[in-house]
């Protein structure tokens, strides 16, 4: 069965700091998809990345990073010097190939103070 | 390109009326989902379609109906509300042109049932 989960339900920094949200998953395929999705206060579901099981490199997006090891089965989300417009709720996601069912994690919200 | 369309974006039913929540997209999507995102529990999988004629149920189906009659349009259907059914509900598409590819969503709909 697929699972994610996100431990920390809520995290406060200060502008500019570094912050890494986690984000740890189980299944039982060798193939599948991860992802992240931001929730602004507004409240739409905006896309930031999706992420193949077989490509284990990083990537980085601007002040977005993201760090997969398939080894701890994590797939975990940095932004470099927030600011105050990063303050959301993000979600990880994972879809297994062929089940077309997208799992999402219990979100952490992430407030930036200026 | 209007995406994914929800309507309406707020609705307060009494128990045990019944209500549909629309969903339409217009990018030709074939794989469509419905979520519900309740406190602390991030956005459950209700129902999924992965194209007409062809439905599953997800996560949190019970209370629920769906149909998938054509491409565009996949109707959430409450035969009894209940008042745990208050939630904020989404509506996601995505291509099957690749593999689990990312999802679009709805700007929501804000369902009480008092």
């Known amino acids: 069965a697929q699972k994610v989960t996100q431990a920390q339900t809520e995290i406060s920094v200060v502008e500019k700091e570094d912050v890494t949200l986690d984000c740890v998953y189980e299944?039982?395929?060798?193939?599948?998809?991860l992802f992240w999705y931001k929730q602004p206060p507004s409240g739409e579901l905006v896309f930031l990345i999706r992420r193949n099981s077989f490509d284990e490199q990083n990537e980085i997006s601007g002040r977005y990073s993201w760090n997969f090891q398939k080894s701890t089965s994590s797939f975990n989300f940095t932004i470099t010097a927030s600011q105050v417009v990063d303050s959301a709720v993000y979600f990880c996601?994972?879809?297994?190939?062929?089940?077309?069912?997208?799992?999402f994690g219990t979100g952490t919200r992430l407030k930036v103070l200026a | 390109n209007a995406g994914v369309t929800q309507t309406p974006k707020f609705q307060v039913l009494k128990t045990g009326q019944s209500m549909t929540l629309q969903c339409a997209q217009d990018m030709n999507h074939e794989y469509m989902s419905w979520y519900r995102q309740d406190p602390g529990m991030g956005l459950r999988l209700i129902h999924y379609?992965?194209?007409?004629?062809?439905?599953d149920q997800g996560e949190v189906p019970n209370g629920y109906n769906v149909s998938r009659s054509t491409t565009e349009d996949f109707p959430l259907r409450l035969l009894s509300a209940a008042p745990s059914q208050t939630s904020v509900y989404f509506c996601?598409?995505?291509?099957?042109?690749?593999?689990?590819?990312?999802?679009?969503f709805g700007s929501g709909t804000q369902l009480s049932v008092l």
């Open positions: 299944t039982r395929d060798t193939t599948y998809y």
């Open positions: 379609s992965v194209g007409a004629g062809i439905t």
């Open positions: 996601a598409s995505s291509s099957k042109r690749f593999l689990n590819e990312k999802l679009f």
């Open positions: 996601a994972l879809s297994e190939v062929g089940t077309y069912k997208y799992i």
